[in-house]
């Protein structure tokens, strides 16, 4: 029966997408035409550069059905967009759909994010939904925006193919009680494990911006480990309130210390809603319950999270980030659930796994 349960997994691992994307509320729709070129250079990411010379490509839709066929490697598109005034006040969210096969987007010139692995080390990611949080620093709020989207496509289709193109907020920032996106403090490699405790001082400490990947703020190739702080007071209306500390997504493992106590590490996450067994650790939610008494109702608490990433886009990536009620955390572990890999998956995975 065992042999037969692991059989049954692969063939519906093949179906299925076993990652919710962000819930998005348009600002700007980007479903349409984009500028269109083959090859890769990396001049192209820029803000200005000069794309007038380009095709114009429908998106979503492979290239392939474009006119060309059989075109298999490096390709880029650009789009430009205006944000409609008084339309955000903060962080906005880019969601791309999928596409195939490898991708790094950037935003007015900065890396944003990336999905799959570029060759040599290629790794397809065609099926993952592509969303990546966007700084308020980035945004021009007086004109044009660009977005730049670099891709690779190892065979078949290849480009833009996912529905729902949009850049705008995401709506489980609502769900907060209170929201600690924002300025962190981060630290590589060399720290001291006293960082984990209050009282520390980071006034050395570099500053980033969370949710963001670390390569989005000019620490590009970095893999292994760093860790964020932050302090805040909580809200005064929280106090008797049984709380879960969300931390979206991360890339890729984490341990999380309030007060200095572990309160969660990515492991604890595994046998959670929030996971199946296909699940990579940085497509996980990450959401640990606050244990009681633990936080300092009356003065300044500190967050340490040690994050540790093994290759490609690393750090708190995606939100929400901060503290939500029990109800509230129950309906987003509802809107979240990894899917079963076919029906009755996790009932069978309890009998011959857990």
């Known amino acids: 029966?065992?042999?037969?349960?692991?059989?049954?997994?692969?063939?519906?691992?093949?179906?299925?997408?076993?990652?919710?994307?962000?819930?998005?509320?348009?600002?700007?729709?980007?479903t349409g035409y984009w500028k269109f070129n083959i090859g890769d250079d990396m001049a192209w990411a820029e803000k200005d550069f000069d794309d007038s010379q380009w095709d114009r490509l429908y998106a979503p839709g492979s290239w392939e059905d474009q006119g060309y066929v059989g075109y298999n490697g490096y390709a880029w598109y650009r789009n430009r967009v205006e944000i409609p005034a008084g339309r955000y006040t903060d962080q906005l969210t880019l969601n791309l759909g999928r596409i195939d096969d490898v991708n790094e987007v950037y935003f007015n010139g900065t890396l944003v994010g990336q999905t799959g692995m570029f060759p040599p080390n290629f790794q397809t990611?065609?099926?993952?939904?592509?969303?990546?949080?966007?700084?308020?620093?980035?945004?021009?709020?007086?004109?044009?925006?660009?977005?730049?989207?670099?891709?690779?496509?190892?065979?078949?289709?290849?480009?833009?193919?996912?529905?729902?193109?949009?850049l705008g907020y995401d709506r489980d920032i609502r769900m907060l009680s209170q929201n600690l996106a924002g300025n962190w403090k981060i630290e590589f490699s060399n720290f001291d494990s006293k960082c984990r405790m209050p009282g520390f001082d980071d006034s050395e400490w570099k500053e980033v911006y969370v949710p963001a990947t670390w390569e989005s703020q000019g620490y590009n190739h970095y893999d292994g480990q760093a860790v964020y702080r932050k302090e805040f007071r909580l809200k005064r209306d929280l106090i008797t309130k049984r709380l879960y500390l969300v931390l979206g997504k991360i890339d890729d493992e984490d341990s999380v210390y309030l007060n200095g106590k572990l309160i969660g590490k990515t492991k604890d996450m595994y046998n959670t809603r929030f996971a199946n067994r296909f699940t990579g650790d940085w497509q996980i939610r990450r959401a640990y319950e606050v244990p009681e008494g633990l936080l300092n109702v009356n003065g300044t608490n500190t967050l340490a999270v040690v994050v540790y990433d093994h290759r490609g886009e690393g750090g708190i990536y995606e939100g929400p980030v901060g503290f939500m009620t029990q109800d509230a955390y129950a309906y987003y572990l509802d809107k979240y659930e990894a899917p079963e890999l076919f029906p009755g998956y996790h009932f069978l995975r309890s009998l011959f796994f857990d």
């Open 1 to 30: 029966m065992r042999s037969i349960l692991i059989i049954l997994t692969a063939l519906f691992f093949l179906q299925v997408t076993n990652v919710a994307a962000s819930d998005i509320e348009s600002i700007v729709r980007l």
């Open 125 to 166: 990611a065609y099926n993952v939904p592509v969303t990546y949080s966007i700084p308020k620093y980035l945004i021009n709020e007086n004109g044009e925006n660009t977005i730049a989207v670099r891709v690779y496509d190892e065979g078949r289709e290849g480009g833009l193919l996912g529905d729902d193109m949009a």
